[in-house]
């Protein structure tokens, strides 16, 4: 998706909890994970269908972040 204001800005679009929204694609998956609140070990984070880690780029048209969590 590219959004036009003068510069060319190359987005991608996230999912997360049921809502869309729309991010600067390259981000780093850690900064997006903070961005959002969550810690790495909360999320999975998703990009055009594979799982990446924290440590990664974010490098995608679609991105999907899963809330996981575990009960002692």
Do not use: N, Q, W
Request: charged share 35%; hydrophobic share 45%; proline share 3%.
């Amino acid at each position: 998706m590219l959004i036009f204001d003068g510069h060319i800005k190359i987005v991608a679009l996230l999912e997360i909890d049921g809502e869309e929204r729309e991010i600067k694609d390259g981000i780093h998956a850690e900064e997006l994970l903070k961005m959002l609140g969550l810690y790495p070990d909360e999320a999975i984070i998703i990009v055009d269908g594979k799982p990446i880690t924290c440590h990664d780029v974010v490098e995608g048209r679609r991105v999907r972040v899963i809330r996981v969590g575990s009960r002692g």
